[in-house]
């Protein structure tokens, strides 16, 4: 008897515990929605068709400069809003979701025009949006939140980096000539933009960095059941 009040009570103060955890997290975000912060998302969205205009119209360098000003001003957003109280749970989903606009846009813009491999698009759209849904799941389901690590912003910042030079497309580098294959640029023997080595960099560390989310959200996912199993 006494054994099952125990369990009873610590199940309680677990559940309590964790929706503490989300309710700090909550309301950590104010509700406003015309804030500086949101206003530079906006902006920064906007730069997502823009850019494409001028790659499409064959302005490389327009495209390569509006890419470098949506992807460069990421930080800016997030540092006024902390700096300033102005953290909105509208800027927490908008910041994020910026990021993934420009992602696609960059990827399938570059292989329009045929500067990226199909093989790398679908790694990073899939990798990207998995860990995005795979977060929401988590939240959601089991109330937890893996933290962001460096080396997943370097990964971002050097996929950012590299699709800026596929953009700009100068100056071209000759090809290592190792692989006779064209769907591995600049392993082979054709001339390419110097921003593809960014983006194979930013590439393995991206997929390192999401082994590493995978087994956290494995982890926290078994301790939440162990505590369930264990009340």
């Not at 920064?44 to 890419?67: E, T």
């Not at 809003?81 to 399938?108: F, H, N």
Request: glycine content about 8%; overall charge positive; charged content about 15%.
């Amino acid at each position: 008897m006494d054994k099952h009040l125990y369990n009873t009570a610590r199940k309680h103060h677990a559940s309590a515990h964790n929706l503490e955890t989300w309710d700090k997290s909550t309301d950590a975000a104010i509700d406003s929605i015309v804030t500086i912060p949101n206003l530079i998302s906006l902006i920064r969205l906007c730069m997502a068709p823009l850019f494409l205009i001028f790659l499409f119209g064959g302005n490389d360098i327009l495209a390569a400069v509006v890419f470098a000003l949506a992807s460069g001003t990421d930080f800016l957003d997030g540092q006024i809003a902390r700096r300033t109280g102005t953290v909105s749970k509208l800027g927490q989903i908008l910041d994020p979701a910026v990021d993934r606009v420009l992602m696609a846009c960059a990827v399938l813009g570059l292989f329009l025009v045929g500067r990226l491999p199909l093989w790398l698009i679908i790694i990073v759209i899939v990798r990207d949006f998995g860990l995005v849904i795979a977060g929401a799941i988590l939240l959601q389901r089991w109330h937890k939140r893996i933290p962001v690590i460096y080396p997943g912003k370097i990964a971002t910042t050097l996929l950012f980096i590299g699709f800026a030079g596929l953009l700009l497309n100068a100056p071209l580098v000759p090809g290592l000539a190792i692989i006779p294959f064209a769907a591995l640029p600049g392993f082979n023997a054709v001339s390419c933009s110097w921003g593809i080595w960014f983006v194979y960099a930013g590439l393995i560390l991206g997929l390192l960095t999401a082994l590493y989310y995978i087994v956290a959200g494995i982890k926290s996912i078994s301790h939440c059941m162990k505590d369930t199993s264990n009340s």
